[in-house]
């Protein structure tokens, strides 16, 4: 039987029949519809759908160019805080975290050997982009040198609840010998800023006219 006589036997067009037998994509029914009138079980020969090529966004693209701006950094990570307690005092090792649950408290540290004026971005599980510093978390934008622990201890909150999906999360710190002049900055009592097109277009363009600054980030993976 003929390709042609096929499609006239199953009453489907010669298009579907020939791309049937060249394993070419069909509609769902004329592929099982043919199955059938051969007595073949569709779910043994149909093939695996492809995976979907992810689509990197204008924003993950800008933050890749900021990243690539920088380094690499140990100078900071995330401390696992213990909740004992509802202020302040609570506990938390040395040590610097590459894996959070979610549902755990952590704080951000930074241990800068120069004093500079600090922003803090994140990029969540989500590939959305948020400034924690400045804002009402870490009003105290210029940070001497040393050990600094956000949130800071003037903010509404102690620590940070780790939410979301499971992921991986990076933090980015842009040190700047002087004030940043950016216009969507946040000020000290803001909520945290989600960061779009035009604010990382702009902050690419701050970081390439300042004649002193450091781009460090650092990576953490949040865990079920």
């Known amino acids: 039987m003929t390709q ?14 020939s791309n049937f037998f060249n394993q070419k994509p069909i509609y769902r029914t004329n592929f099982q519809e043919i199955c059938v009138f051969l007595r073949l079980e569709w779910q043994d020969i149909a093939a695996s759908p492809e995976p979907e090529t992810p689509q ?6 800008l933050w ?15 401390i696992l805080v213990e909740e004992k307690t509802l202020g302040w005092g609570k506990d938390k090792p040395s040590r610097y975290v590459k894996s959070v649950r979610i549902g755990n ?5 930074v241990d800068f050997q120069t004093p500079g004026y600090l922003l803090l971005l994140q990029k ?13 978390f870490a009003p105290q934008q210029h940070l001497e040198n040393g050990k600094t622990s956000l949130p800071q201890e003037n903010s509404p909150i102690a620590s940070f609840p780790i939410e979301g999906e499971p992921g991986q999360e990076q933090i ?3 040190v700047t010998k002087d004030l940043p002049t950016l216009n969507w900055l946040p000020q000290g009592s803001d909520e945290p800023l989600q960061l779009d097109e ?3 277009t702009e902050l690419i363009e701050y970081v390439g006219k300042c004649e002193e600054y450091q781009v460090l980030y650092t990576d953490y993976t949040v865990i079920d």
């Not at 042609?4 to 029949?17: K, R, S, W």
């Open 124 to 136: 969540d599980t989500a590939g959305e982009i948020w400034c924690f510093c400045p804002s009402c």
């Open 105 to 109: 408290y952590i704080q951000f540290e």
């Open 198 to 200: 035009n604010s990382l």
């Open 172 to 174: 980015l710190a842009v």
């Open 4 to 17: 042609t006589d096929f499609a006239i036997e199953v009453q489907l067009g010669y298009t579907t029949v």
């Open 56 to 61: 990197i966004t204008l924003v993950e693209e």
């Open 64 to 78: 890749n160019r900021i990243i690539q701006l920088g380094s690499h950094s140990e100078q900071m990570g995330l």
